[in-house]
């Protein structure tokens, strides 16, 4: 158990303050739904791009990657490859012309209702299987982020792992709640530049700890040859093709991740997109490769070693109070709180969105709507669904990599093919969507039960397939349909 003192604790009861100030602020602003879901599409290029980077990351760019890495050395840099490629692209690509569409679709709130409005769906269909894919994906991706606040209070404050989960749930909840989307925009901000100080420390430190990269790669050789080498796993055998484009197939998750997209359509205007898509990529590679050094390090410097991989989550937990003074110390573990809610936070607006604007607007459809109404039943939503993550949470067992990793794959398969389709392909229909939507959505689930099992094929990481098949589907289905444009 990591040994702390009370300025850590003054440190998190600061940041905490902070955080809720920034959540009552933009309550004062928040009057409609619009502003509760999308900031009335005011953010900026800055807040745009650390808001997205920050909801993507999450606790898993301090958590995951640096225990993935502490574990299997530079394998884990296939992954950073995928990611890296995957986060260009999808500002190049999709952030510019989404930005357009869904305002000039209607002015379009949310991924389900973009789709309603631009495969024309009178029958509300694929507005509900968009909504229902999201809830399912969202609650797995929400309780990964509050497994990992627990796994923080757990450690650092000698906490019940039950009682902490439970704290992080009512933190994220009351300024998600009250501020909606500025709220969360504001603080992802914040919090984005607190990640990246916190790993560039600790990354630092430790390899001056470590001798610098001589003494690391000396130290760590002396451990396992096999780390340092990218085309091995620790035990030494040669990776896979399988294994290797699992690794590299995490790019393909971007183009369909509801919490990143809704960033790209919150943006001021698509001219904004080219200085933010600069600040993004300039953030997310430095980010990446510092969480990677982290473990790394941790491989030398953790003693005794960190044996599972639900207790090498923990590696930068342990370096931080082992190699920092307390006040910077508690800084950089608020920067894990910040990593937790700044994607908790996005991930229960998002599904609480789908909840008013999809399930409640769109297919009850109320006789009397009012904009107090759905900002109601949306605060509501995020009650709800909060709830039902943390539940799924409460099993320590669960390790926040392998709870991204499914959520990421379903929303990847689920949207990413429609969306690109949608922006590029003037003869998809809707025919076409709804079949790339349940193809992408349904492989995941099917394939991740499949895993584990017969072997072979389905060691595939679960997205890959789940992308093909859902960029198959939708374009033979569209041209069996008649091809026609929206």
């Known amino acids: 158990m990591i040994q702390t003192d009370s300025t850590i604790i003054l440190t998190f009861l600061l940041y905490l303050v902070v955080v809720l100030g920034i959540g009552f602020i933009a309550w004062r602003r928040t009057r409609n739904l619009s502003d509760y879901i999308l900031g009335g599409r005011s953010l900026g290029s800055g807040v745009a791009a650390l808001s997205a980077q920050a909801s993507d990351m999450s606790g898993w760019l301090l958590l995951g990657l640096p225990g993935y890495a502490y574990l299997a050395g530079f394998e884990a840099g296939w992954m950073l490859i995928g990611l890296l490629i995957g986060t260009y692209l999808n500002w190049r690509i999709v952030a510019a012309r989404l930005r357009t569409a869904t305002e000039q679709y209607g002015d379009s709130l949310t991924l389900p209702d973009y789709f309603e409005r631009r495969f ?248 009397k709507i009012t904009e107090e109404g759905l900002l109601r039943v949306g605060r509501l939503a995020v009650v709800g669904i909060a709830i039902i993550a943390m539940v799924l949470a409460l099993n320590a067992d669960n390790t926040v990599l392998g709870l991204v990793a499914y959520a990421w794959a379903g929303f990847g398969a689920a949207f990413g093919p429609t969306i690109i389709l949608s922006l590029y392909w003037k003869n998809s229909n809707y025919l076409g969507a709804l079949a790339g939507i349940l193809t992408g959505g349904l492989t995941v689930i099917i394939w991740k039960q499949m895993s584990g099992g017969p072997g072979g094929i389905f060691d595939l990481y679960e997205i890959v397939p789940g992308v093909l098949f859902s960029f198959i589907a939708f374009w033979s289905v569209s041209v069996i349909g008649g091809g026609k444009e929206a």
């Open 120 to 367: 024309n769906d009178h029958s509300g269909v694929l507005r509900i299987v968009s909504a229902a894919f999201i809830l399912i994906f969202f609650i797995f991706y929400t309780s990964a982020g509050l497994v990992a606040g627990g796994k923080l209070f757990e450690t650092v404050f000698d906490m019940p792992y039950e009682l902490a989960v439970i704290i992080g749930t009512v933190t994220v909840v009351i300024y998600t709640f009250i501020g909606g989307f500025l709220a969360v925009s504001w603080t992802d901000f914040f919090q984005g530049m607190l990640m990246f100080l916190a790993l560039i420390i600790v990354a630092v430190l430790g390899l001056g700890a470590s001798g610098g990269f001589t003494g690391l790669s000396v130290s760590m050789v002396e451990q396992n040859l096999h780390i340092l080498i990218p085309f091995t796993d620790v035990d030494g055998n040669p990776l896979t093709f399988i294994a290797v484009i699992s690794a590299l197939g995490w790019g393909l998750g971007y183009f369909g991740q509801p919490h990143i997209l809704a960033r790209f359509m919150a943006i001021k205007s698509a001219e904004h997109v080219p200085r933010a898509r600069h600040i993004a990529m300039i953030w997310v590679t430095i980010a990446l490769f510092a969480g990677m050094m982290v473990g790394l390090v941790g491989i030398v410097l953790v003693e005794p070693p960190l044996q599972s991989q639900a207790d090498s989550e923990k590696v930068f937990m342990v370096l931080t109070t082992l190699l920092l003074h307390p006040v910077i110390a508690g800084i950089c573990l608020a920067g894990i709180l910040a990593a937790v809610m700044s994607t908790a936070d996005s991930q229960l607006l998002v599904a609480s969105s789908a909840i008013s604007e999809d399930f409640y607007k769109g297919l009850l459809k109320p006789a």
